[in-house]
Structures are given as structure tokens and as C-alpha cells.
């Protein structure tokens, strides 16, 4: 079992930034695919962004390419959502989640894609 912790949520105003991190328990931290989704109140869960294994390959909603950012630190189990240029839509709690089955690239943007998933932290952006 893997656990998940987010942090680096908070009120901003729009235009501003945030850093979103996720720190993982086990040791195979760097042997997962790690994913951020986002749930606004009354709405589903959304897909945000993906980063496989080695780092190299990330995927992202169309409402957050070129002002998100996902990265990893596989030397510290944790993973990173840079958010800049917030919009009053971005407002949220945003999810980490992890993958621990045999890894694919189909399917990263569905919840059932994951096996793990953190609490979630509040990202609110004000206009």
C-alpha cells in the first residue's frame, strides 16, 4: 500500500502561483506513474496531469498546458504541481494519486487508471 500526502494549497488571487507537492511512502517510488485530478464543488473529478516513471513524459488538460507544471523528485518520493497564472476556474481540491499496477500509457486521465489517492488540498483562486 502506498500513501499520500498533499500539500501547498491556499487562497491566491488570479494570476498568482502556487506549488503543489505529494510525498509518497515505499520504496518504489520512482517505478510509479503519478497523477494530479482536480474536483470543483458539484462537479466530477478531472484529470490534470500525468508523469510516468522516468519523468520524461507528461500529459496535462488542455485548460492547464503552459500554465501548470508536473514534475518529480524520485530522491524524495515526491511529486510537484506548479500552478501559475491561476484562474477563478482552477479553484478546487486538487488529488494526487498513483498507479502501482503494471504500467500503460491508456487510460492515465480516468480515476480508475490509479490505485492510491491522497486526501486532497484546497486550491481556491479569487478574482
Known amino acids: 500500500q502506498v500513501q499520500l500526502v498533499e500539500s501547498g494549497g491556499g487562497l491566491v488571487q488570479a494570476g498568482g502561483s502556487l506549488r503543489l507537492s505529494c510525498a509518497a511512502s515505499?520504496?518504489?517510488?520512482?517505478?510509479?506513474?503519478m497523477g494530479w485530478f482536480r474536483q470543483a464543488p458539484g462537479k466530477e473529478r478531472e484529470f490534470v496531469a500525468v508523469?510516468?516513471?522516468?519523468?520524461?513524459?507528461?500529459y496535462y488538460r488542455d485548460s492547464v498546458k503552459g500554465r501548470f507544471t508536473i514534475s518529480r523528485d524520485n530522491a524524495k518520493n515526491t511529486v510537484y504541481l506548479q500552478m501559475n497564472a491561476l484562474k477563478p476556474e482552477d479553484t478546487a481540491v486538487y488529488y494526487c494519486?498513483?498507479?502501482?499496477?503494471?504500467?500503460?500509457?491508456?487510460?492515465?486521465?480516468?480515476?480508475?487508471?490509479?490505485?492510491?489517492w491522497g486526501q486532497g488540498t484546497q486550491v481556491t483562486a479569487s478574482s
Open positions: 515505499g520504496r518504489t517510488f520512482s517505478s510509479y506513474t
Open positions: 508523469i510516468w516513471r522516468s519523468g520524461g513524459l507528461t
Open positions: 494519486a498513483v498507479r502501482t499496477r503494471i504500467d500503460t500509457h491508456w487510460g492515465y486521465s480516468a480515476a480508475t487508471f490509479y490505485d492510491y
